[in-house]
C-alpha cells in the first residue's frame, strides 16, 4: 500500500503518525519500501483490529474509483452519448455521490460521469415508485372488491346459517311431544349452529312438556338392528331394571343413573329369546322365560348373576312369568301347556305344581297381591281366574272380556281392588272388586290404534299405563268407582311399546320396545314441577329437615316436639301436611328418614331417641334415651349394609351407631370412640358404608362401615383455622365430599381413596349448608339468609359458582336436596318450608348437557341428513 495515503493531510497529526509508522517498521510488523508499505506480521490485526478495517475500506475505494475511471473513459470517448450511458457497466447505477470526507479523490471527468449516474438513478427511482403507486392503487382496488364480495358471500352464509339452526329449533319445538329424545338433540344442535336463544327457550319447553328421562338401546347383534325389548321388570329397591331381550340376555341396568348404566348382562343360553323377566318381590331371584321353553331363576344378590335354577316349561315358548307376592310360586304362562305353576320356597330345588290347564295359548299371567288368585288371558278372549288356596282343586272363575280379541296383557292392582287386562283391539278393561270372590262388569278404555301389549298400576293404584302396538304408552287416572280417564300419553318409540313396569316409588316408569331401546319416564317431576319457590309447612321454628330415599316425602323438625310430614307431590299444598305429636313438647333436634321410608326417627332435646312409623295412621314404634345431652345430630344409612340398617347418633361428644333392620327393636353396634369436641353434623354415602363426622373444633372424621361389626377410621380432616363444621354432604359416586364451615368457606375434597381426604377446592360463600345434586357436577351451597347458590364441579379444581337463586327464607337451619335430584328444600328459624325445582335451576349449558345425557347420544348421520341437510354434520354431544 502507499505510504502517503495511510496518513492524514493534517500537519499538526501527520507527523504523530509517521512517528508511530517508523515505530511500527523499526519493530518488523511492518516494511516499508520506497513509498510503499507493507504489513509484515499477523499480530498487528490481532492488536490493533481497527487497521483491518480502514485497509479494506481504502481498498475497496480505491477499486470503486478504478471502476469510476473506467466508465468516465468509455462514456467521454463516446462522445458522452445518453444511449452510451447505460452501456458503461456497474459504475452507471451507482445512486450515491462520492463522499466528500474520501481520502480517495475523483478528477472532473470521473466527478461529471458521477453526477450524472445519480441523476439517473434517482429518476429511474421516481419513474418506479409511480409505477409501482399505480399497481398498489389497482390492486387495492381489486382486493376492496374482493372483500365485499367476500363479506356478502360470508353475511349471505352466516344468514343462510342462522335460518338453518332455526329451522332445527322450530323442528325440535314441534317434535317435543311426539319423539323427546329426537327434539332434545335437535335443540342442541340448533344452539350450537347459532341459535342459542331459540334453543334455550324450547330446551325448556321440552323439558316441561316431556316426562321422557333417558333411554338404553339394547347393543345391535352382529348383521342386524337392535334386538327387541321383550319385557322389562324393576327390582324390589328400585337400583336395578331388567331387560329382556331378542339377542338371548337379560340387561340389568341401574335406572337411577343419568344415562341409565349397564350393571351386567345376563346371558339365557341356548341361543334363546328372553320373552319374559320378573324380580321377586322378596327372594333375591329374578326369573327369565325363554323361547325355547325354560324359565331360569337367577340371583340378584350374587355378583356373577348365579343360575339357581331351571323350571322346565316342556319345550312350550313362554309368553310371560308372575311371583306370588311372598315369592314363594311362579306362574309360567305358554303357547301350548297353558299355565305351569313351581313351588320355588326352597329355590335351589323347585316343585313342580298341577299346571292350570287352557285350550288356547296362554299371553299374560298375573298374581293378586295378598293370597293365592292367579288370573290368565289369552287367546280365547277372556280372564280365568284361579283361586288356588287347594292347589289340588283350584276354584275356578271365568270373566267375559266383552271384547273377541285376544287378550295379550293382565295386572292386579297393588291394592288388590282392581284386575286390568288388554287387548288386541287396541282396548283396555278395567274390573273392580265387588267382594265375595266376584267382579264388576269391567269399564272400557279406547286409548289406543292397535293391541295393547302390556299393562301396569302404579304402586299407589291410582295410575295405569296401557302399552301399545302403536308405539304408545297411554296413562289413565284410575277412578274410585272403577272407571279412569286419560291423564297423559307417552310418545317416543319408534316400534311397538312391548313391556312396561312403574318404578316401585311410582315417580318412574320404564317402557321397552321392539324398536330395542327402554325408556324411563319421569312422571313425578313431569306432573309436580314447580315454577318458583314455595312456602308449605307451619310458621314455627324448624330444627331439622330431611327428605325420604323416594323423594316423595320431605319431613320437618320443631322446636315445640311436632312433625310436619310433606307430600312433596303435592309442594304448594298446606292441607297436605301431616302433623305428628312426637315428644309432647321435648324440642326435636334432629330428624330422618330410615328402614326404606317406612319409619321417621327423630332426635329431641332431652338426649331421647323416638322411631315413628308411617303408615296411614303414624304410631311410634319403639323409644330408647341415647344420652343426657341433646341430640346434636342422626342420620340413617341410604342402603341396608350387610344386611344392617345403620342409625348414627350423636349426643354432645358421643357417637352411636344402631342397627334398624327392625325399627321396634333397635340395637347398638357401636360408639365410636371420636376423641374429639362435639360433633355437630352426620353424613352416610349413597352406599351407606361410610360416615362423614363434622365436629365443633373444625374437624371432619371418615369412617368407614362396610363392616358393620369391625368399623374403621379412613382418615381425617380439619378446616385451616380449626372453624367448626356447619355441615357435610357425599357426592352421589362417594369421591367427593362437600364440608361447610363457620369460617365462611366450603371445602371440598377427595375421598375416592382411603387415607387423609385430599382439598380439591375452597368455596367461598357463608355456607350453612350443603347437598350435591344426583346425577349432576352441582353443588348447592345454602348461605345463612336462604340463598342457594349453585357450584358446577365438573372440573373441581376450578369450580364455577353457576349463579345465585334469590328467595331464601333468612337464617336457615337445613337444607336437602330429593334423592332424584328433582326438588331442592330449605327451612329455616322463621318456620316453613322452601321448595324449589331443580330444573329451573340449571343455566343453558347445564341444559345442553342434561339433554344430552338423557338422549343417550348425538344425532345419527342419517338423522342429521334428514333434519339438516345443508349444514355440516357434527357430534353435537361428543
Not at 325440535?172 to 319423539?179: L, T
Not at 337392535?226 to 336395578?240: R, T
Not at 323409644?623 to 345430630?633: E, I, K, L, S
Request: charged share 20%; aromatic share 6%.
Amino acid at each position: 500500500m502507499r505510504s502517503d495515503l495511510l496518513f492524514p493531510d493534517d500537519p499538526s497529526v501527520a507527523g504523530d503518525a509517521k512517528t508511530a509508522w517508523a515505530g511500527l517498521a523499526e519493530a518488523r510488523l511492518i516494511v516499508v519500501e520506497g513509498e510503499y508499505s507493507e504489513i509484515a506480521h499477523e499480530s498487528l490485526f490481532t492488536y490493533w483490529p481497527e487497521l483491518r478495517g480502514w485497509i479494506t475500506e481504502a481498498r475497496d475505494r480505491l477499486l470503486e474509483r478504478q471502476e469510476i475511471d473506467e466508465a468516465a473513459r468509455h462514456w467521454r470517448g463516446s462522445g458522452r452519448l445518453p444511449g452510451e450511458y447505460r452501456r458503461s457497466g456497474r459504475a452507471a447505477d451507482r445512486r450515491k455521490p462520492w463522499p466528500a470526507d474520501s481520502d480517495v479523490r475523483l478528477d472532473r471527468d470521473q466527478r461529471q460521469f458521477l453526477d450524472v449516474s445519480v441523476r439517473t438513478a434517482r429518476r429511474r427511482r421516481l419513474v418506479s415508485v409511480g409505477a409501482i403507486s399505480v399497481i398498489i392503487t389497482l390492486l387495492a382496488a381489486s382486493t376492496v372488491s374482493l372483500l365485499v364480495a367476500r363479506h356478502q358471500s360470508e353475511k349471505k352464509a352466516k344468514a343462510q346459517s342462522a335460518a338453518n339452526a332455526q329451522q332445527l329449533v322450530t323442528v325440535a319445538d314441534s317434535m317435543r311431544g311426539d319423539d323427546p329424545r329426537t327434539a332434545l338433540l335437535l335443540a342442541v344442535a340448533g344452539s350450537r349452529a347459532g341459535a342459542s336463544e331459540q334453543a334455550d327457550t324450547v330446551l325448556q319447553r321440552i323439558f316441561q312438556a316431556t316426562a321422557f328421562d333417558g333411554e338404553f338401546t339394547a347393543p345391535p347383534t352382529a348383521g342386524s338392528l337392535a334386538p327387541a325389548v321383550n319385557s322389562i321388570s324393576y327390582g324390589d329397591d328400585g337400583h336395578q331394571l331388567a331387560v329382556g331381550t331378542d339377542a338371548g340376555s337379560t340387561v340389568l341396568l341401574d335406572p337411577t343413573r343419568r344415562p341409565m348404566r349397564e350393571l351386567a348382562s345376563v346371558p339365557y343360553g341356548h341361543g334363546g329369546k328372553v320373552t319374559a323377566v320378573s324380580y321377586a318381590p322378596t327372594a333375591g331371584l329374578l326369573a327369565e322365560g325363554g323361547s325355547d321353553g325354560n324359565v331360569r331363576l337367577v340371583s340378584t344378590t350374587d355378583p356373577g348373576h348365579r343360575r339357581v335354577a331351571t323350571l322346565d316349561a316342556g319345550g312350550s315358548p313362554v309368553s310371560s312369568v308372575a311371583w306370588s307376592s311372598d315369592s314363594r310360586l311362579v306362574a309360567v304362562g305358554t303357547h301350548t301347556r297353558g299355565t305351569l305353576l313351581w313351588d320355588v320356597s326352597d329355590a335351589p330345588h323347585p316343585t313342580p305344581l298341577p299346571p292350570l290347564p287352557s285350550p288356547v295359548a296362554v299371553d299374560a299371567v298375573a298374581f293378586a297381591p295378598a293370597g293365592r288368585l292367579v288370573a290368565t288371558a289369552g287367546d280365547d278372549a277372556q280372564v280365568t281366574l284361579w283361586d288356588l288356596s287347594h292347589q289340588d282343586r283350584p276354584v275356578v272363575h271365568r270373566l267375559a272380556a266383552g271384547v273377541t280379541s285376544p287378550l295379550d296383557a293382565l295386572a292386579f292392582s297393588p291394592d288388590g281392588t282392581m284386575l286390568a287386562s288388554g287387548s288386541k283391539d287396541g282396548s283396555a278393561q278395567l274390573w273392580t272388586a265387588a267382594g265375595s270372590g266376584r267382579w264388576r262388569r269391567p269399564a272400557s278404555l279406547g286409548g289406543h290404534t292397535a293391541a295393547v301389549l302390556a299393562l301396569a298400576f302404579s304402586p299407589d293404584s291410582r295410575t295405569l299405563a296401557t302399552a301399545s302396538a302403536d308405539a304408545s304408552t297411554v296413562l289413565w287416572q284410575v277412578e274410585d268407582r272403577g272407571g279412569a280417564s286419560q291423564s297423559g300419553t307417552l310418545l317416543g318409540h319408534h316400534a311397538a311399546v312391548t313391556s312396561v313396569a312403574f318404578s316401585p316409588d311410582g315417580h318412574t316408569l320404564a317402557t321397552g320396545s321392539s324398536d330395542g331401546s327402554a325408556v324411563r319416564w319421569d312422571l313425578y317431576h313431569h306432573q309436580n314441577a314447580a315454577a318458583q319457590p314455595v312456602s308449605v309447612g307451619s310458621p314455627r321454628r324448624a330444627e331439622a329437615l330431611t327428605t325420604s330415599t323416594s323423594g316423595a316425602e320431605a319431613a320437618v323438625a320443631h322446636d315445640d316436639g311436632t312433625v310436619d310430614l310433606i307430600d312433596l307431590a303435592h309442594p304448594a299444598g298446606a292441607a297436605a301436611s301431616r302433623r305428628l305429636d312426637v315428644t309432647a313438647g321435648d324440642p326435636l333436634t334432629a330428624a330422618a328418614f330410615a328402614a326404606q321410608d317406612t319409619v321417621l326417627v327423630t332426635g329431641a332435646a332431652s338426649g331421647a331417641i323416638t322411631v315413628t312409623g308411617l303408615g296411614p295412621r303414624p304410631l311410634p314404634v319403639s323409644h330408647w334415651q341415647a344420652g343426657t345431652a341433646d341430640v346434636r345430630a342422626l342420620a340413617a344409612a341410604p342402603r341396608a349394609v350387610l344386611g344392617t340398617r345403620l342409625l348414627a347418633v350423636a349426643d354432645g361428644g358421643t357417637l352411636t351407631v344402631w342397627d334398624l333392620a327392625d325399627p321396634a327393636h333397635p340395637r347398638p353396634l357401636h360408639t365410636l370412640p371420636e376423641g374429639r369436641s362435639s360433633v355437630s353434623c352426620l353424613s352416610f354415602s349413597g352406599d351407606g358404608r361410610r360416615l362423614a363426622v363434622g365436629h365443633d373444633d373444625g374437624g371432619t372424621t371418615l369412617w368407614n362401615l362396610a363392616s358393620p361389626q369391625h368399623p374403621a377410621v379412613e382418615g381425617s380432616f380439619t378446616t385451616p383455622r380449626g372453624s367448626a363444621v356447619l355441615g357435610t354432604a357425599f357426592s352421589p359416586d362417594g369421591t367427593r365430599l362437600a364440608v361447610a364451615a363457620s369460617d365462611e368457606n366450603t371445602y371440598l375434597l377427595a375421598t375416592a381413596a382411603a387415607g387423609t381426604p385430599r382439598r380439591l377446592a375452597t368455596l367461598p360463600d357463608a355456607t350453612t349448608a350443603v347437598g350435591f345434586v344426583p346425577g349432576t357436577d352441582m353443588l348447592i351451597c345454602l348461605t345463612k339468609d336462604g340463598t342457594p347458590v349453585v357450584w358446577d364441579l365438573s372440573d373441581p379444581t376450578a369450580a364455577t359458582r353457576l349463579f345465585i337463586v334469590r328467595g331464601g327464607t333468612g337464617d336457615t337451619t337445613s337444607l336437602s336436596v330429593t334423592a332424584d335430584g328433582g326438588m331442592l328444600l330449605s327451612v329455616g328459624a322463621q318456620g316453613g318450608i322452601r321448595a324449589w325445582h331443580l330444573s329451573d335451576l340449571i343455566p343453558l349449558t347445564q341444559l345442553m348437557r342434561h339433554a344430552c345425557v338423557l338422549a343417550g347420544g348425538p344425532l345419527t348421520p342419517a338423522q342429521w341428513s334428514r333434519y339438516a341437510p345443508s349444514l355440516r354434520y357434527q357430534a353435537d354431544c361428543g
